[in-house]
């Protein structure tokens, strides 16, 4: 589990490959501004929870409440990536003392179901999943190519993204096990339950080749109060290719709607270390601390 900065606390939850490291470039951005907490999900490599499809999300649910308590935070700005979105929403539907805010980042539609394709490769993931892999990469290239015209930059970014994903590889089987869970879960019921303040964010109109924002957007009508932001110049990747201004838009949002004098929650962010200090080097950037917990 990663606990680095300072500040009001924010979870951060990964998208459907469930490894933290995909989102390496926004943790120490966001944690110039606030305490990030992360973490990989259920079954990932170095995640200390077991994945249990009987459990269904409340398998989620128990691990984001696990980091709240080793960090000794009471409650926090719930954030979550692409399908992480899902599980953020479900928490604060379920978990509203400890949610202080909700963030839900090119989060698929509360009514989510796989294309044909798709479910094809959920059905036989190891058999299909170097097709995925292609048609992935084919997005991510057609994102990257408009996120930055120069092919240099282009180049850059795609073996900086490159990197992180050959160092912390998505499991077929295991995005295919999670992607059914949110087949069998009422998402639309969740919304009407949300009464903390939340931001929805989405790349540009046209430029998310994952998540079209249209379908994002549906939060912003079925959560009350509901308020949205573009991350400008990026559709699904904002987090790797804009991680500054994606941190500006989540700690601005907390900062307007969390008052931290009051809230015991901020306040315990900046307590005494949890754990013992080592170093943390996050997308070949300058060195953080990062706060271990025992």
Request: proline share 9%.
């Amino acid at each position: 589990m990663i606990d680095l900065g300072n500040g009001p606390p924010v979870v951060l939850i990964p998208g459907i490959q469930g490894r933290w490291e995909w989102m390496r470039p926004a943790v120490p951005a966001l944690a110039r501004r606030m305490r990030v907490i992360t973490f990989s999900l259920p079954g990932e490599p170095g995640s200390d929870s077991r994945f249990d499809e009987s459990r269904g999300f409340d398998g989620f649910i128990a691990q984001i409440d696990a980091a709240l308590e080793r960090t000794g935070v009471s409650a926090a700005t719930i954030c979550g990536v692409s399908f992480g979105g899902l599980i953020a929403l479900r928490y604060a539907a379920v978990r509203p003392e400890r949610t202080r805010a909700l963030v839900l980042v090119s989060t698929p539609a509360p009514d989510w179901s796989p294309s044909p394709p798709l479910r094809r490769s959920m059905k036989h993931p190891r058999v299909l999943f170097p097709m995925f892999v292609l048609g992935a990469g084919r997005r991510v290239w057609q994102e990257l190519s408009r996120t930055f015209p120069d092919w240099k930059q282009r180049v850059s970014a795609a073996a900086r993204y490159g990197v992180i994903v050959l160092g912390a590889p998505g499991g077929p089987t295991r995005m295919s096990r999670r992607g059914l869970l949110a087949l069998g879960t009422n998402f639309q019921d969740d919304c009407a339950r949300v009464n903390v303040p939340t931001l929805i964010v989405t790349g540009e109109p046209g430029m998310d080749q994952v998540v079209p924002p249209a379908t994002t957007l549906q939060y912003a009508r079925l959560i009350k109060g509901g308020q949205v932001a573009c991350l400008e110049a990026t559709g699904h990747l904002g987090i790797i290719t804009r991680p500054e201004r994606f941190a500006e838009l989540i700690a601005d949002f907390t900062s307007a709607h969390v008052d931290v004098k009051r809230d015991p929650a901020a306040a315990s962010a900046t307590a005494a270390t949890v754990g013992a200090d080592r170093q943390l080097r996050v997308g070949g950037g300058p060195e953080y601390q990062e706060r271990a917990s025992s």
